[in-house]
């Protein structure tokens, strides 16, 4: 059950989680997120990153692409695709690399409005994410605009 809204201090955003599943904190390791989070009883990784600035989609992609490559060299687009996402056009992206000889995938949603501009990702080594591509998706798809 999605019953806790994470709410960003930043932007007008949220996401609904299951707080017996996952576990979440303000972030600490990584500069550019507002949160990360844990599933609790797994290898399922996420945080949410927001920014005020207003960023195309395309470049977004590129962004992403971008951030990544800089810690994964080879890290590539594997999967793409536009979904609506509680009344929000989102761009799914997973993403594909390695880091100190690990494989892993971002799996998340791009969003950007005139306030600004959410990644929500999850990630995990390459070999388990299609086992919670289930729970990511869940994830995934409580991301909402608070009005």
Known sequence: KLTFLLKSSRLNIGVYLNPKIWSFKKATDNLAAEYELQ??????????ITDKVEIPFETLKLIALENGQAAAPDLKIVKEEYRIVNG????????????????????????????????????????LLDSYKPESEKLLNGFVEIN
């Open 39 to 48: 599933l609790k009883d797994g290898d399922l990784y996420g945080m949410v």
């Open 88 to 127: 929000l056009k989102v761009l799914l992206l997973q993403l594909n690399g390695t880091i100190q000889g690990i494989k892993f995938s971002y799996y998340g949603y791009y969003y950007s409005n005139t306030n600004g501009t959410v990644q929500i990702l999850t990630y995990t080594s390459q070999s």
